[in-house]
């Protein structure tokens, strides 16, 4: 009699661990994060949140999902298949007010975090010919993938230039990894991409024996593109140090970059992400060294054109950042 009814205990002691369990389970929230390619730098970065955001918050799951960039993590948050994602400032902005590739309907769009800036890369090899802006017309060149910010900014640098996306060039639509590959094989001249810097493709490019890599200077077009667009673009620069075999430092334009999510998260969730990302900054830092900018010196609204999500206000406030 006393064997049944402990084998019985056991068992109802068994049932009542699964249920907790299942109860645990069904509590988990899981979180997706739209990056970007794999030779970029959101994706790097994104893992590197995703980890930082699973360990330091209960019953979360976050993932890092390779997307085409800045449009497609705009387009997903839309669709409520992401929980939130990198963009460029600009793309954001296009999302928000339902221009440009968003047409179709606004995206109720919410801020996070500004966290650093993308830096235009006009990338060439010697032996094509092209020593400034003006020399891409009639050459054969990458502008980025299609869903990326790179194609938008891409095509506001050319035209600042005065170059026809269309008609001046023999335009190739790749991402990052293959525009590198495209050049090393002589498929294209160039290639235009935004991201931050160090970008490991591009690092790749430069170290690639018997090849010698140039980036085109055009800061001077920023004043162009903001009198068209809206001050959202900056003049930058790349330094020699940063790529091998640089000559000389880079002079270009360079917009910030945001994490932003849509209008269903609380702000309980958006508090605490806010709050991980400032605080667990070293972490990140040692994926990529672009998270040195995840800082609240950066979290004014002249970097972001779209408003900050209450629960990041609420933590800036703490931390006294004034909106």
């Known amino acids: 009699m006393f064997k049944r009814f402990r084998k019985t205990s056991i068992a109802v002691a068994l049932v009542a661990t699964a249920g907790l ?15 970007g390619g794999t ?25 890092a999902e390779v997307t085409g960039g800045s449009v497609d993590n705009l387009k997903l948050i839309a669709s409520g298949q992401s929980e939130m994602g990198f963009s460029m400032a600009d793309a954001a902005l296009d999302a928000f007010k339902g221009e440009d590739k968003f047409k179709s309907g606004k995206v109720p769009l919410q801020t996070l975090l500004v966290v650093y800036p993308n830096r235009m890369h006009v990338v060439t090899v010697d032996g094509t010919g092209i020593e400034k802006m003006s020399d891409l017309k009639g050459k054969r060149v990458s502008t980025g993938s299609p869903g990326s910010a790179t194609e938008v900014m891409a095509f506001r640098v050319l035209e600042a230039a005065g170059l026809d996306k269309d008609k001046d060039m023999k335009r190739e639509r790749l991402g990052v990894a293959e525009s590198v590959n495209a050049i090393k094989d002589r498929k ?23 090849l010698k890599m140039k980036l085109i200077d055009h800061a001077d077009l920023a004043d162009k593109m903001n009198a068209k667009y809206g001050k959202l673009y900056s003049p930058s620069n790349i330094s020699k140090s940063i790529y091998p075999g640089m000559d000389k430092d880079n002079a270009n334009t360079e917009v910030w970059n945001i994490i932003v999510t849509g209008n269903k998260m609380s ?33 004014i609204q002249e970097r972001s054109p779209v408003p900050f999500h209450p629960g990041a206000l609420k933590y800036f406030k703490e931390k006294g950042i004034g909106k």
């Open 21 to 35: 369990a299942g109860a645990a389970i069904a509590q988990q929230k899981t979180m997706a994060i739209g990056t």
């Open 39 to 63: 030779g970029g730098v959101y994706y790097p970065l994104g893992g590197a949140i995703a980890n930082v955001l699973s360990k330091a918050l209960p019953n979360t799951q976050a993932t």
């Open 188 to 210: 294209i001249d160039a290639f235009m991409w935004v991201g931050g810097v160090p970008t490991a493709a591009v690092t790749d490019l430069a170290a690639t024996p018997g």
């Open 267 to 299: 702000d309980d969730d958006a508090y605490n992400i806010v709050k991980t990302l400032v605080e667990k900054k070293a972490d990140i830092v040692a994926v990529h060294k672009e998270a040195e900018s995840f800082s609240l010196d950066n979290q």
